[in-house]
Nanobody, 128 residues
Framework: QVKLVESGGGLVQAGGSLRLSCAAS??????????MGWFRQAPGKEREFVAA????????YYADSVKGRFTISRDNVKNTVYLQMNSLKPEDTAVYYC???????????????????WGQGTQVTVSS
């Protein structure tokens, strides 16, 4: 059974930092086979892309709204992907989800559709 478990969310003041983690288990193939992504959903809004990282970490992708503030990384030994979030803003408040997609799955890294497995999400709240 595939499980993606996010952690590290919480309440932080604007300008602060948080580091989210997503631990994967039960994947059919080795963790390094999968590209990983982070998405978020704010209250009353659709889920949106935040960041993605290729299977070995060579390529990263970011939404314009987080570029320069957030950094995605991964540890293929620990089967974990991270999202370092700095200079947080109230508009970053959302539930953050990690997701995985197979290396040969076609489609944009920025789109939800190619991602096969999803975590349950972790709440990030940024106060002004």
């Amino acid at each position: 059974q595939v499980k993606l478990v996010e952690s590290g969310g919480g309440l932080v003041q604007a300008g602060g930092s948080l580091r989210l983690s997503c631990a994967a288990s039960g994947l059919t193939l080795t963790f390094s086979y999968y590209h990983m992504g982070w998405f978020r959903q704010a209250p009353g809004k659709e889920r949106e892309f935040v960041a993605a990282i290729s299977r070995y970490g060579a390529n990263t992708y970011y939404a314009d709204s987080v570029k320069g503030r957030f950094t995605i990384s991964r540890d293929n030994v620990k089967n974990t992907v991270y999202l370092q979030m700095n200079s947080l803003k109230p508009e970053d408040t959302a539930v953050y989800y990690c997701a995985s997609r197979g290396a040969v799955t076609s489609g944009s890294f920025y789109s939800e559709a190619p991602y096969e497995y999803w975590g349950q999400g972790t709440q990030v709240t940024v106060s002004s």
